[in-house]
């Protein structure tokens, strides 16, 4: 009788382990995501004291499923300073000396820059001019930035027109000024300005002459980012890095906060997720780099820092996954699919498919998502890195409104159970991504 009942006992904690590696709780998910996109972290505004307390969370959670420092490191936290410039007073374009009323700040760096204009759709092959005028308000991005670099200016003034609003909100209601690592500068960085039609038809007279004022200080900050370390059983088997970023953007000029629920809180807690059920398994083959980001919606400093700083060479990287707003599904695929970026560049995202992940190819390719996300800062060094994402233009994408209670829960919660077999079967078998011909990004 003991026997049978010590069995039984034994029975029911393999069961009860193996659906902990297995299975994600929605109440678990929930508590996380109430947390970090809570009031009390006040948006988790990059290189802020609240995005170092997020990172301080993760860092514990992390370190309370029994991973380990990752290689070289004395703790689960790396502190990465930043300079940031910073307004030190109102923004002012002046138009052949005159100041033009109706002119709005999106971009800008500090100093003093302008001179001759040039007009989108009137340059030649020649032109040279400090600003670059943008009549045409369906101009795309791609044309601005070829004309800009090829005449050489260092402003950019388009047309204000109903999106504007929703350009300023995306970036936090305030105009964005450069942060940059110490050893860097601002140097090569532009402005881009709207302005209204009036003022439009001003900059279009022959042989006007424009001067951007932007006054400024410097501040001093660090962003944090959360590392912890899950050791392999084969050393030579390399070492996967599954990640996300912590960070959004705070607090509002308003005092509004910009809670980031979806954006990335839902990916910060995937990853969470992935680690629990990885440390409460058998010891995979390839050892895994589990890291949150700070700052990756004001200039991706996390990633850039750690792809400069690696616990581990990286060449040693197998592959990078980045978990990025899957708490809405994607209009284009099926109700219970996610979407990799960049999924046609290797071969990474055909056999996670192949083993049971329930991804497919970015279905909004002119969006650009591969670039700008997290992963991109390690594709430029030769990692195979992509990002897994649920969809990226929910309606409140980078406002007020990306709360907890507007995030598709099951959805989340079986998204995150899909991932947990492929990445398993991706730390423990010997197949390593690669790019495809032309697939890694150079620039």
Same mark, same amino acid.
């Given at each position: 009788?003991?026997?049978?009942?010590?069995?039984?006992?034994?029975?029911?904690?393999?069961?009860?382990?193996?659906?902990? /590696?297995?299975?994600?709780?929605?109440?678990?998910?929930?508590?996380?995501?109430?947390?970090?996109?809570?009031?009390?972290?006040?948006?988790?505004?990059?290189?802020?004291?609240?995005?170092?307390?997020?990172?301080?969370?993760?860092?514990? &959670?992390?370190?309370?499923?029994?991973?380990?420092?990752?290689?070289?490191?004395?703790?689960?936290?790396?502190?990465?300073?930043?300079?940031?410039?910073?307004?030190?007073?109102?923004?002012?374009?002046?138009?052949?000396?005159?100041?033009?009323?109706?002119?709005?700040?999106?971009?800008?760096?500090?100093?003093?820059?302008?001179?001759?204009?040039?007009?989108?759709?009137?340059?030649?092959?020649?032109?040279?001019?400090?600003?670059?005028?943008?009549? *045409?308000?369906?101009?795309?991005?791609?044309?601005?930035?070829?004309?800009?670099?090829?005449?050489? +200016?260092?402003?950019?003034?388009?047309?204000?027109?109903?999106?504007?609003?929703?350009?300023? *909100?995306?970036?936090?209601?305030?105009?964005?000024?450069?942060?940059?690592?110490?050893? @860097?500068?601002?140097?090569? /960085?532009?402005?881009?300005?709207?302005?209204?039609?009036?003022?439009?038809?001003?900059?279009?007279?022959?042989?006007?002459?424009?001067?951007?004022?932007?006054?400024?200080?410097?501040?001093?900050?660090?962003?944090?980012?959360?590392?912890?370390?899950?050791?392999?059983?084969?050393?030579?088997?390399?070492?996967?890095?599954?990640?996300?970023?912590?960070?959004?953007?705070?607090?509002?000029?308003?005092?509004?906060?910009?809670?980031?629920?979806?954006?990335?809180?839902?990916?910060?807690?995937?990853?969470?997720?992935?680690?629990?059920?990885?440390?409460?398994?058998?010891?995979?083959?390839?050892?895994?780099?589990?890291?949150?980001?700070?700052?990756? @919606?004001?200039?991706?400093?996390?990633?850039?820092?750690?792809?400069?700083?690696?616990?581990?060479?990286?060449? &040693?990287?197998?592959?990078?996954?980045?978990? @990025?707003?899957?708490?809405?599904?994607?209009?284009?695929?099926?109700? *219970?699919?996610?979407?990799?970026?960049?999924? @046609?560049?290797?071969?990474?995202?055909?056999?996670?498919?192949?083993?049971?992940?329930?991804?497919? +190819?970015?279905?909004?390719?002119?969006?650009?998502?591969?670039?700008?996300? *997290?992963?991109?800062?390690?594709?430029?060094?030769?990692?195979?890195?992509?990002?897994?994402?649920?969809?990226?233009?929910?309606?409140?994408?980078?406002?007020? &409104?990306?709360?907890?209670?507007?995030?598709?829960?099951?959805?989340?919660? /079986?998204?995150?159970?899909?991932?947990?077999?492929?990445?398993?079967?991706?730390?423990?078998?010997?197949?390593?991504? /690669?790019?495809?011909?032309?697939? &890694?990004?150079?620039?």
């Amino acid at each position: 009788m003991v026997r049978a009942i010590i069995l039984t006992l034994a029975l029911a904690l393999m069961a009860t382990a193996a659906q902990g /590696r297995n299975s994600v709780d929605p109440v678990r998910v929930r508590a996380q995501l109430d947390f970090l996109a809570g009031p009390d972290l006040h948006g988790r505004g990059s290189a802020t004291p609240d995005e170092a307390i997020a990172a301080s969370y993760v860092a514990s &959670q992390l370190q309370s499923y029994g991973l380990k420092t990752a290689p070289g490191m004395t703790g689960y936290l790396q502190r990465i300073p930043v300079l940031r410039q910073a307004l030190a007073g109102p923004v002012e374009l002046l138009i052949d000396g005159v100041p033009a009323p109706d002119t709005t700040p999106l971009r800008v760096v500090g100093g003093v820059w302008g001179g001759k204009v040039a007009v989108l759709g009137r340059i030649f092959p020649d032109t040279k001019a400090a600003v670059l005028v943008v009549p *045409d308000t369906a101009a795309k991005n791609a044309d601005i930035a070829k004309a800009r670099a090829q005449v050489g +200016a260092t402003v950019t003034i388009v047309v204000a027109d109903k999106d504007t609003p929703r350009a300023i *909100d995306a970036i936090g209601g305030r105009p964005n000024l450069p942060r940059f690592f110490p050893a @860097e500068s601002p140097a090569g /960085r532009t402005s881009t300005i709207a302005v209204g039609s009036d003022t439009m038809q001003k900059l279009l007279g022959a042989g006007a002459t424009v001067t951007l004022s932007v006054p400024f200080t410097l501040a001093h900050d660090s962003t944090t980012n959360a590392v912890a370390y899950l050791p392999g059983s084969d050393p030579a088997a390399g070492v996967l890095l599954l990640s996300a970023h912590l960070d959004h953007l705070g607090v509002g000029a308003d005092g509004t906060i910009w809670p980031g629920a979806n954006d990335d809180a839902s990916g910060t807690v995937a990853l969470m997720e992935i680690a629990r059920a990885m440390a409460a398994g058998k010891r995979p083959r390839r050892g895994i780099l589990f890291v949150a980001y700070g700052s990756e @919606e004001r200039g991706g400093f996390g990633s850039r820092w750690f792809g400069d700083h690696p616990p581990v060479p990286l060449n &040693q990287i197998a592959a990078n996954i980045e978990f @990025e707003m899957i708490g809405a599904s994607v209009p284009k695929l099926a109700a *219970d699919r996610l979407m990799m970026t960049g999924y @046609e560049r290797s071969d990474l995202g055909s056999e996670l498919r192949a083993h049971g992940a329930l991804i497919d +190819a970015d279905p909004y390719p002119e969006q650009q998502y591969f670039r700008r996300s *997290d992963n991109y800062a390690l594709a430029l060094r030769g990692v195979v890195a992509h990002t897994v994402s649920g969809y990226g233009e929910v309606t409140t994408y980078h406002t007020p &409104q990306d709360t907890p209670d507007r995030i598709d829960a099951p959805y989340m919660v /079986r998204a995150i159970e899909s991932l947990l077999k492929p990445i398993r079967w991706l730390a423990n078998n010997r197949f390593t991504p /690669r790019w495809t011909k032309d697939g &890694q990004p150079k620039e």
